[in-house]
């Protein structure tokens, strides 16, 4: 996931558009069984995949450079 500063147009930087269909993304969090350590784990990977879909919707509405 990129951020949007880092695809926005900036003098020196190179900006290829994405293929199309774009990539389809999952995230993973390795944790050990015992996952007393890590319990928020699954909510962390939970909050990325929103904002990752929230940020696609919001791109998609208004593209960057536009």
């Given at each position: 996931?990129?951020?949007?500063?880092?695809?926005?147009?900036?003098?020196?930087?190179?900006?290829?558009?994405?293929?199309?269909?774009?990539?389809?993304?999952?995230?993973?969090?390795?944790t050990a069984v015992d996952?007393?350590?890590t319990p928020l784990a699954?909510?962390?990977?939970?909050?990325?995949?929103?904002?990752?879909?929230?940020?696609?919707?919001?791109?998609?509405?208004?593209?960057?450079?536009?």
């Amino acid at each position: 996931m990129l951020s949007r500063l880092t695809i926005a147009s900036t003098p020196g930087a190179v900006h290829r558009e994405l293929t199309r269909p774009r990539l389809h993304r999952q995230i993973y969090a390795v944790t050990a069984v015992d996952t007393t350590l890590t319990p928020l784990a699954p909510t962390f990977t939970t909050l990325l995949s929103q904002v990752s879909t929230e940020l696609a919707n919001a791109w998609a509405a208004q593209p960057v450079g536009v």
